[in-house]
């Protein structure tokens, strides 16, 4: 018999072991360590209580992980094993999801979806959410090696960024990160980037000085720096300026997400 109940911390071993096999053979294959797991849900905010899975005797065999940030829930995973599969689970979890979150002072839930999972994507619809926008994810490595000042933050440059970033390339989700990062940069323009995995979650150039090469620079420097190929998440494709400047500096598109909100 399947039941569900609210996660706890301790739930964390269990969750894990879930969630590398429900993404086993996911359109992008995850199979994060327990340690990057838990980054990975620090950052973005994640609440036990405020998440729920489902139960096989004493296995879990589904999820939905749920993080919390003002009146905004996020959803920073939801599985299925591959054994217990329609069967409703994901259905049932998600509408648990919006009671708990709804309970808690949300107004509305966030998502994001890799745009080829359609039958995903049909489920989230079904759920209540529609479509925001597209995010479109890179990755960049150089042969060209370039060096920048070490600063201490990018807050005063906060006010140059073109389009709201999105769940965890947030200010909110990059301060609860316990990773080491580097910043680079200087008045003119900055980026964050964390060596342990090359993600770069943050790059601004000052508008007064873009088509300088500073983007570029910084694009070279942080792949220096993280000593491996940089991923870029989640750029909202909107902005064509961004888009371009990453074609020309040589950064590859990976995958396309889409980001979905329902109101709760």
Same mark, same amino acid.
């Given at each position: 018999?399947?039941?569900?109940?609210?996660?706890?911390?301790?739930?964390?071993?269990?969750? *894990?072991?879930?969630?590398?096999?429900?993404?086993?053979?996911?359109?992008?294959?995850?199979?994060?360590?327990?340690?990057?797991?838990?980054?990975?849900?620090?950052?973005?905010?994640?609440?036990?209580?405020?998440?729920?899975?489902?139960?096989?005797?004493?296995?879990?065999?589904?999820?939905?992980?749920?993080?919390?940030?003002?009146?905004?829930?996020?959803?920073?995973?939801?599985?299925?094993?591959?054994? *217990?599969?329609?069967?409703?689970?994901?259905?049932?979890?998600?509408?648990? @999801?919006?009671?708990?979150?709804?309970?808690?002072?949300?107004?509305?839930?966030?998502?994001?979806?890799?745009?080829?999972?359609?039958?995903?994507?049909?489920?989230?619809?079904?759920?209540?959410?529609?479509?925001?926008?597209?995010?479109?994810?890179?990755?960049?490595?150089?042969?060209?090696?370039?060096?920048?000042?070490?600063?201490?933050?990018?807050?005063?440059?906060?006010?140059?960024?073109?389009?709201?970033? @999105?769940?965890?390339?947030?200010?909110?989700?990059?301060?609860?990160?316990?990773?080491?990062?580097?910043?680079?940069?200087?008045?003119?323009?900055?980026?964050?980037?964390?060596?342990?995995?090359?993600?770069?979650?943050?790059?601004?150039?000052? &508008?007064?000085?873009?088509?300088?090469?500073?983007?570029?620079?910084?694009? &070279?420097?942080? *792949?220096? @720096?993280?000593?491996?190929?940089?991923?870029?998440?989640?750029?909202?494709?909107?902005?064509?300026?961004?888009?371009?400047?990453?074609?020309?500096?040589?950064?590859?598109?990976?995958?396309?997400?889409?980001?979905?909100?329902?109101?709760?």
């Amino acid at each position: 018999m399947i039941t569900t109940r609210t996660l706890t911390a301790s739930d964390f071993d269990a969750l *894990h072991a879930a969630f590398v096999e429900a993404f086993s053979d996911y359109v992008v294959k995850l199979a994060p360590t327990r340690e990057q797991l838990a980054e990975m849900l620090a950052r973005r905010g994640w609440i036990p209580e405020a998440s729920v899975a489902a139960f096989d005797g004493e296995r879990m065999v589904a999820f939905t992980v749920n993080a919390i940030d003002g009146d905004s829930g996020y959803d920073s995973g939801t599985g299925v094993v591959p054994s *217990h599969r329609r069967r409703g689970l994901a259905r049932r979890l998600m509408d648990e @999801s919006c009671e708990l979150l709804r309970a808690r002072g949300c107004t509305r839930y966030v998502l994001e979806v890799i745009d080829a999972n359609a039958s995903a994507y049909a489920l989230y619809r079904a759920c209540g959410f529609t479509l925001v926008r597209g995010l479109q994810c890179w990755t960049f490595a150089s042969d060209v090696s370039a060096d920048a000042p070490r600063i201490a933050s990018c807050a005063r440059l906060d006010e140059e960024r073109d389009i709201a970033p @999105s769940w965890q390339n947030s200010d909110a989700s990059l301060a609860r990160t316990r990773d080491p990062r580097v910043i680079l940069g200087d008045d003119d323009a900055c980026a964050i980037v964390f060596p342990s995995n090359g993600d770069l979650p943050r790059l601004v150039v000052r &508008r007064d000085a873009r088509r300088r090469g500073r983007g570029t620079q910084l694009l &070279r420097a942080a *792949h220096a @720096s993280a000593g491996k190929p940089l991923r870029i998440m989640n750029v909202d494709e909107r902005d064509r300026g961004i888009a371009t400047f990453l074609e020309a500096a040589g950064a590859r598109p990976l995958i396309r997400q889409l980001e979905l909100v329902c109101v709760l």
